[in-house]
Each structure stands twice: as structure tokens, then as C-alpha cells.
């Protein structure tokens, strides 16, 4: 099956300082991908997404940029809060309509 | 705003005792997701279906698992008899309909322990 995996499983950020959160994926016939947020104890929580025919999407304080070349999705968060404290997961849609999500990166926040 | 409802939110159980969890997605989605996640791991998709049909059962552990979806509407997942491998967060989302870019939305997931 697919392969989705993160680069650091732990990420620790100041405050108001900006969160970067990479994500490789193997699959380069993946055309959708999703980021979601978890907290602890609740489901995946959806924060932005982005089609394969788009290098950059921006949401609210949150940006997804997609590198098809080197099957890398990355995850920045301007202006981190401690609200942001959680695990994110980075999901790629494979060729059978199912979503592989790979085993998550833990951001702190330090106040 | 609609949500996935799931239930229960915790659930202890003996080895070898049957487990249900219920699932009611957001209205009108015709796709329903059952996924498994282990602690510190993302979820693993168990069943999909699009509406009462199962479209994609190939991780089912079908010896001990069932998923059914009757009604294409709310779905039940089944563990009988229960292992202590099965202890875990189960997961149900749901989708408009499994095409690109169609978002799944999750549910707050049923905690499972086994003992």
C-alpha cells in the first residue's frame, strides 16, 4: 500500500513564532491531500486540503504547499498558539479513493 | 454544523466478549470510513462504503470484524470476540462521495480497551 510518513515526530514552537510540519508522501499518482488536526482523545479534526494540479494553498494562519517533484507536503502555521498544541497528520488520497495518513507529528507550543 | 456522531465514546471489555460501535455520519454523505487507530500511529482504513455498499474491506480482519451499513445511512462495526490487539481508537468519517477532493470529516472516535 501507499507509504505517508513525517520527518519529525515532535515539533516544539514558541509562541507567536511560525510552525513548519513536513510530510512525505511515495505514491506520485496521489491527487488529493488533507491535513487534519487531532487533539488528544478527539478525532482527526480537518484544517486544509489541496489538489495535486496546486503547489500552494492558504487557509486562515495556516498554509499547505505541495512539491510533486520531491512528493513532499508541508504544513506551515503563522503566529502558533498554544490552541495549536496537537498531533497533525498529512493524508494522500491513493488511486483507489482511500485515504493513507501517516503517523503524525506532536507540536508544543510553549507559552 | 453537522457531525459525525459516534458511539459510545469509551468502551471496556473482556477478551473474547463481542463489541459494537455506532456510527451516523454527517447527513447526506454517502460515503461512511471505519478506521483503526493505534496509539501514536494514524488511522488505518478497516471499510468503506459507499452508501450501503462495501466498496473496500481488503484490512477487515473479516475472521472477527464485521462492518454492515443497512439502510446506507448509519453503520455499525463488530468485533467478536474481542482481542486484547484490538484495544485501540476506532474512527468513523464520512464524505459527499469518494471523488477527488471530497473531504472526509471524522467523527470523535470510540475508545476500545481490552483486557
Known amino acids: 500500500g501507499e507509504s505517508v510518513g513525517l520527518h519529525l515526530p515532535t515539533l516544539s514552537v514558541q509562541e507567536g513564532d511560525n510552525s513548519i510540519i513536513n510530510c512525505a508522501y511515495s505514491?506520485?499518482?496521489?491527487?488529493?491531500f488533507i491535513w487534519y488536526k487531532q487533539e488528544s482523545g478527539k478525532g482527526p479534526q480537518f484544517i486544509i486540503d489541496?489538489?495535486?494540479?496546486?503547489d500552494k494553498r492558504q487557509g486562515q494562519r495556516v498554509t499547505v504547499l505541495l512539491n510533486k517533484t520531491v512528493k513532499h507536503l508541508s504544513l506551515q502555521i503563522a503566529a502558533t498558539q498554544p490552541g495549536d498544541s496537537a498531533v497533525y497528520f498529512c493524508?494522500?488520497?491513493?488511486?483507489?479513493?482511500?485515504?493513507?495518513f501517516g503517523t503524525g507529528t506532536s507540536l508544543t507550543v510553549i507559552p | 454544523e453537522a457531525e459525525v456522531a459516534q458511539s459510545p465514546r469509551y468502551k471496556i471489555t473482556e477478551k473474547s466478549q463481542a463489541v459494537a460501535f455506532w456510527c451516523d455520519p454527517i447527513?447526506?454523505?454517502?460515503?461512511l470510513y471505519w478506521y483503526r487507530q493505534i496509539l501514536g500511529q494514524g488511522p488505518e482504513l478497516l471499510v468503506q462504503?459507499?452508501?450501503?455498499?462495501?466498496?473496500?474491506d481488503s484490512q477487515l480482519p473479516k475472521d472477527r470484524f464485521s462492518a454492515e451499513r443497512l439502510k446506507g445511512v448509519d453503520s455499525t462495526l463488530k468485533i467478536q470476540p474481542a482481542e486484547l490487539g484490538d484495544s485501540a481508537m476506532y474512527l468513523c468519517?464520512?464524505?459527499?462521495?469518494?471523488?477527488?477532493?471530497?473531504?472526509?470529516?471524522f467523527g470523535p472516535g470510540t475508545r476500545l480497551l481490552v483486557l
Open positions: 468519517a464520512s464524505s459527499l462521495e469518494a471523488r477527488a477532493r471530497q473531504t472526509q470529516y
Open positions: 505514491n506520485s499518482a496521489s491527487d488529493y
Open positions: 489541496i489538489r495535486s494540479n496546486m
Open positions: 493524508a494522500e488520497r491513493g488511486s483507489g479513493n482511500q485515504f493513507y
Open positions: 447527513s447526506g454523505h454517502a460515503t
Open positions: 462504503f459507499q452508501d450501503e455498499s462495501v466498496v473496500d
